[in-house]
């Protein structure tokens, strides 16, 4: 079946470091590809999506883009903030969003000031 | 837009015992979806509904667990005879159900079972 496997964590950056979250996934259709995050005592939000091959997803200064030659969508940011610390969960559902999402384990990030 | 509300936020119970969880979606959102969280781990896909029809369910839901949306608005997730396992974040997601509409979260129900 689909799935999704991302980076194990915990991540620790220092403050304006280049982050980079991989993610691949396993679909047998032309799944949507999301991020969502959950910040601390938070509930889970979405980030970013992408809904075809080549498309990025862009919010909050964190980018993705969706390669379906290498069945990834890793996610990056030029400068993190101590803000960003969170976890990240990589997913995709199998057709638009209205389909059950499929989550990645998901990756806990810190940011050292 | 008030956002998906669940309730309680924490629950717990002693082993056997049933509980029953609360979910309240964006208003004017036709598509309910349930999920488990456990610690350490991503959101798993437990059930959802099309208005008031369960359209899916997971393997992941026992006999121990119904679900139901009497009237298509909000919905209860109940588990019978709760056993240690059944302890997790319980989550509820709403959609429109209709375009590229993405799913919005609650903040979920913590279940502790003693």
């Known amino acids: 079946g689909d799935s999704v496997t991302q980076m194990e964590g915990p991540v620790t950056l220092s403050e304006e470091a280049f982050l980079t979250i991989n993610c691949t996934y396993t679909a047998t259709g032309y799944p949507s590809l999301f991020w969502y995050v959950q910040y601390p005592g938070e509930g889970l939000q979405l980030l970013l999506k992408?809904?075809?091959?080549?498309d990025k997803g862009s919010n909050k200064g964190f980018e993705a883009t969706y390669r379906k030659e290498t069945t990834s969508f890793h996610l990056e940011k030029g400068s993190v903030q101590v803000s960003d610390s969170a976890v990240y969960f990589c997913a995709l559902s199998d057709w638009g969003s209205a389909s059950k999402i499929i989550f990645g384990s998901g990756t806990r990030l810190s940011i050292r000031p | 837009d008030t956002g998906v509300s669940q309730d309680p936020r924490h629950k717990i119970t002693k082993r056997g015992q049933n509980v029953t969880f609360r979910c309240d979606p964006i208003?004017?959102?036709?598509?309910l979806y349930w999920y488990r969280q456990t610690l350490g781990q991503g959101p798993e896909f437990l059930t959802y509904?099309?208005?008031?029809?369960?359209?899916?369910k997971s393997r992941l839901l026992s006999d121990r667990f119904s679900a139901e949306r009497p009237k298509g608005s909000f919905s209860t997730l109940e588990i019978q005879r709760t056993e240690q396992g059944d302890s997790a974040m319980y989550l509820c997601a709403s959609s429109p159900g209709t375009g590229n509409q993405p799913q919005h979260f609650g903040d979920g129900t913590r279940l502790s079972i003693l």
């Open positions: 509904f099309q208005n008031e029809a369960q359209l899916e």
């Open positions: 208003s004017e959102h036709n598509r």
């Open positions: 992408a809904t075809k091959a080549d």
